[in-house]
């Protein structure tokens, strides 16, 4: 089974749902660019790397930029929020 490792969390602190961004290590691979993501009244959510582009309908779309077994998408999910929720409590404490 291969090991997850977070290699680097950039917060965000601008207000918008978008929490963060995630580097993590799978095995030997390196996947740069999950989300973290919280809406108003809504859980704490993890996303893998996507692209978006604007439509001629004039919104945005979002298309992930991989597909991984589910168990290892849960992984690397529990890993994120884990590292978030540590990120969080050092961040709390220093203020």
Do not use: C
């Amino acid at each position: 089974m291969n090991e997850v490792k977070i290699i680097e969390i950039r917060p965000l602190n601008d207000g918008r749902p978008l929490r963060a961004f995630v580097d993590v290590q799978v095995g030997d691979w390196i996947i740069n660019e999950w989300r973290i993501f919280q809406r108003e009244g809504e859980r704490i959510q993890v996303a893998v790397p996507q692209v978006s582009w604007r439509g001629q309908d004039g919104k945005f779309h979002y298309r992930a930029m991989l597909s991984i077994p589910e168990e290892l998408k849960q992984r690397v999910e529990v890993a994120i929020l884990l590292a978030w929720e540590k990120e969080e409590t050092i961040g709390k404490t220093k203020q």
